[in-house]
Every structure is written in structure tokens, then in C-alpha cells.
């Protein structure tokens, strides 16, 4: 049946106007084409969409409605496929309408055929498609969105990753300075523990030596061993006086002085430390730059920098000593000072362990590596710090810094005459320490002056002798005693009891939570272990004499000696 045989049957029909009806007002547009794609016929859907009559259509190409894009396409793609396949489905086009506006659409084309196998024409059916391509462009717009997003999330997991390094290095950094404060920390205990006991030792050494040879028979060969084991006894002190500098737990007598003078008093000691192999230069400012230490141990200290300065510039060099108030964001950030060398410098694997008790790269007998022991141990416990930067073959620079002790400093005294031993007035002592070699040592010298002695074992012990009426003049107690009372407690005590009593205090390391002001509260002077005989005589004849001023008047102790292995 041909097109117009059916529409005719349509029209004659009971349904003809129905199916009139139905195409006319179909939800899509229906178009015929003949095979050259002109319109033949349109429905009432199409043209209310596009706002072109039916008359204007009919006799056009349907390739007048697209824009240029989608006739090029049209041609190159839709057509031949058309033509070889006899049609194509849901092909999205953009309509031009009759106001100049542009609808989406769906397209299906299908071509008629005649009984010869000729294309007779073409049939297409219209989808609107704003609702399917708004989807389309929301369903792009996510896709964008979510491209974005992950482009994003991937950013972050890059920065993400950079951040968690720079965190873990952060970490592993923290880690390592507390391992190595916590190496320190143990070698510190145990070397304070091992030191502890030594100046026990020691002082029972030096005492007996110094007693024997006042017995000893005027021999000369005898003179000499006994001069030799005083030596070597005196030698064991110093090292073991860097032992317990490094532990941090020596009784140190802080003053305040001007570092300048400090460096000044020695300079003549390290020139002829230095003895030519390198220059040594001093740099110190105008002002007084006031410290609060320990002068004894900071000459100490000096001294052991310059000496490793020296020990590092065998080709010569300068060596700078340099004193100053540091300066931080322009306000006063303690006292610095420094030892700057230019010689071999140090790798990073001996820079990590030049703290350590007993490190050395020097020879056998060279070197004891207690040096920079000792001044790590005094800085660290004189409230300061101390910074290292070295490089093989670009020299050393340590810097120590020290606590500024903020203060304008009176002109600096005379040092004080020589003093005497004499024999005593009479006055009477009480010996307290639970070490009967220490005590024995100390009575027997204190007996020899011809003083009265009384003794005890233990804090409790003396205070039991003093409540029961005990009339003595000096107190001298160690500090460290089992039982309730430690020595500071007992002078306390004592005081209480006998506000005009002399108290005498001696200890080679204060336990912790002690320090010399707790004996110097308690109304004591202070006298370090280990003491040589003649150190205790004049002590104890200073405080009767009626010296009680302390710390400028404090007993005399080890001053500074050169480390073991030093000249
Ligand atoms: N100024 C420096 N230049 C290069 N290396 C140094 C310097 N100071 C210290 N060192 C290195 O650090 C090590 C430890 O120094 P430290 O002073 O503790 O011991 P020592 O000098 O070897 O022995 P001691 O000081 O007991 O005689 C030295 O052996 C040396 O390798
Ligand atoms: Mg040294």
C-alpha cells in the first residue's frame, strides 16, 4: 500500500480522524523527506516546536534547519550512513527555529524503499531532548566537579606526603637529641657513682701519704716513693674532679666576676699551654661582661679548650679566645665564650661523640678524653650551654655560654696573703662521717694541730652528742650519711642548738636536690672532697679565726690544674 492509498483508507475510515489526530499531535515530530532530503510533509508537533509553518517546511532541506556544524556532520556522517545502512537512531541535532532560538533533538531516520529496491523517501521521527541534554550537561558538569575534586585530593596527597616527612624527620630528629641527652644522662650516673667513691678513696690516700711522711725517717729514697704516690694520688684527683664535673654533681662555689679578668688571669698560663705551635689571640670588649660561675672551674674549662685548640693545629694557626655579652634579637641572651681554632677540625662522627667520658682520637697517654667532658659537665650545670661547630679541615669553633649575671661589678680585691697554719687555741672539734677512713684521716690532722676532737658516724649521732651538752667550737661534717640526718640537716640543727657554733661542710658530690647555697643557709662553709691535709687545717683556722663570710672566703679547693695528659 503507497502513502497516499493509506492516508485516503485513514481518512475514509471510522478512525481516520484519529489517526489524523494522533499524528498530528504525536509527542514527537514526525517529517517525511523525499530521497534528495527536501520535506514533503510535516506534523503540527514539529512546527509548534521550531515556530515554522507547515508551508514555509514543506519544499526545504531538512539541512537548512541545522547550524553549519550539524550540516557538516550531517553530511559527512548521517546522510552515507543513511544511504548504506537505510537509517540511523537518536542522532542529537540543533534545530534552528523560527525566532533565531536553538532546540536539542533526538533524530530517527529511516529510509523508505520502492518495490525496485530505490529509495522512494525518508521517514524521521523528532525527540525533544532539552530535558536529556540538561541532564547530559549536569551529568558533564558532575563529571568535571568530580575530575576537579580528585585532581585536588591528589594535590593534597602530595603535600600530604611531604608534610609527613618533614613531620617524621621532625620526630626523628627530637628522638635522636633526647637519645643522646639520655646517653649523657646514664654515663653521667655512673660516672658521678664510679667518682663518688674514688674521692673517698683518695682522700684516705693523700692524708695517710701526708701523715706517714711526717713519721717517715729523714730518708731520701724513701722521700721519693712517697713523693711519687702523693703525685700520682694528686693526678687521680684532678681526673676524677672531671668525672664528676661531667656528671654534673661537683659542689661548684659560683661567683660573680668579670670574665675578661677571668681570661686575663690566665692568658700567661695558656700562652705557655700554646708554647708557640699556634698565635694565640684574645678578644675581649671594653665593659665588664659579669658571669656567675665557678671561677676556678671556668679557668679550668679554658684551659682544656685551648689545649684541644693547640692539640688540632699542629701546622700552626691562630687560636681566638673571645669573651662577649651575646646578643639575640638585639636583647642580652648571657655571656659568650668562645675558643675559635683553625685547625684540622672535626668529622661528624667524632663532632657526635666529643662529650663523651674517655673519647679521644689522640695516642696512647696523649689525651684522657675527659676534657670537653669536663666543660660540657660545668656549663650544663653552671645553667649555661655550649655549641659546637667543626668541619675536617675548616677549624673549630666552642662556644660556651654562661648565665650573665647582670650586675655592675665593684672594682676586683687584692688577692688575699698566704696564710699560716698555727696550732690550735684549744678550741674543740666534732668530726662527723660515716667513712672511717675519712674520719680517721681527718682527726689525726686535726689532733696533730693539737685541737680537742670528738667523733660520730652519723648525722643522729652527733646531734644525740650535742643535745646532750657536748661543748665543741667547730662542726665538721661530711654530707652524704645514711640514717635520717644528712650533714646540711645536722648543721641546720646544730645551729639551732648552738647559734654560735663554726660549721664546716665537706663533700665530693652533693646528692641531688643539694647545692652550696643549702650549706651555705645552713650557716656552713665548704670544703671539697678530696682535701688535702693542710686544705682542712686552714679551713678549720679561717672559720675560728672568725671568717665566716662566704663564698668570696670559701675554703681553698683543687684550683685549676692541666687535665691529665696536658703539660
Ligand atoms: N678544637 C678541636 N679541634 C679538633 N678536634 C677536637 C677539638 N677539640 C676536641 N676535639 C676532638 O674531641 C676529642 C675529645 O676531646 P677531649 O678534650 O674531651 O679529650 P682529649 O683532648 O682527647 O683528651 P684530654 O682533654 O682528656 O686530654 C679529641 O680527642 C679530639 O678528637
Ligand atoms: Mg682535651
Known sequence: MNEQASRESLQNGDGA????D???NAPCGYLSLDPEGRITRVNRTFTSWTGHSGETLVGRRFLDLLSVAGKIFYETHFAPMLR?????????????CAEGAVIPVLVNAVERL???GRARSIRMTILAASDRRKYEQELLEARRAAERASRELREVNLTLEARV???????LRAEEALRQAQKMEAIGQLTGGVAHDFNNLLTVILGSLELLQRRMPPDPILKRFADAAEDAARRGAQVNAQLLAFSRRQPLQAVTVDAREVVQGISGLLERTVNGVATLEFKLPQQAIPIHVDRNQ???????LVVNARDASPGGGRILVEGCRGMVDGSPAGIWISVIDEGEGMTPEVLERVFEPFF???AMGAGTGLGLSMVYGFVRQSGGDIDIVSARGAGTTIRLRLPDAGVVLPPTEEASPLVEVRPSDGESILVVDDDSAVRAIAVSTLEQLGYPIHQANSGEAALRLLQAGLKVDLLFTDVAMPGRLNGIELAREARRLRPDLRILVTSGRLPEGLDLDAVW??????LSKPFHPLELALSVQSLLDGENQLPSAAAPSHGPGTAAGTP
Open 521 to 526: 643557709a645552713a650557716g656552713g662553709k665548704f
Open 298 to 304: 671556668l679557668e679550668m674549662a679554658l684551659l682544656n
Open 114 to 116: 520502492d518495490g525496485t
Open 22 to 24: 494522533l499524528f498530528e
Open 165 to 171: 616527612e618533614e613531620a617524621v624527620q621532625k620526630r
Open 360 to 362: 679521644t682520637t689522640k
Open 84 to 96: 548504506m545502512q537505510g537509517f540511523f537512531n537518536e542522532v542529537a541535532f540543533d534545530l534552528r
Open 17 to 20: 480522524a484519529d489517526f489524523q
